[in-house]
């Protein structure tokens, strides 16, 4: 079974940045797509980063395009997610989530505006919440 241990959300204001981290277990390191999705206060999941383990090509939601940045490091069995100009619109719980098989070798899917991500990622963590001040 898969674990997924976020950290490094926090409060922050406007046009800040943030990075968080996500361990993941033995079980989660052979997933070809790794990625974060979030809810915000009183809206659904939104997908919003994954990465192909396979080849490290990365898709993003319109959302944050330009501002966030996923990656992977393998050795220390770790994605990252790097923010940067938060708006509070990204006030969010963040989750880390994993999908073991890609659909091709696209993780595309997992990220698409207006689909619940919940339904292509098959494991998450608790999840780190981040907060946006204006």
Known sequence: QAQL???GGGSV???GSLKLSCATSEAAN???CMGW???APGKGYEGVAVIYTGD?????ADSVKGRFTVSRDSAKNTVYLDIESLKPEDTAMYYCAVRYRARGKDCGSTVV???N???EFTNWGQGTQVTVSS
């Open 13 to 15: 204001q406007a046009g």
């Open 117 to 119: 991500p919940q339904h």
């Open 56 to 60: 490290g090509s990365t898709n993003y």
């Open 113 to 115: 505006a207006g689909m």
């Open 30 to 32: 052979s997933a070809e």
């Open 37 to 39: 999705y979030r809810q």
């Open 5 to 7: 241990v976020e950290s």
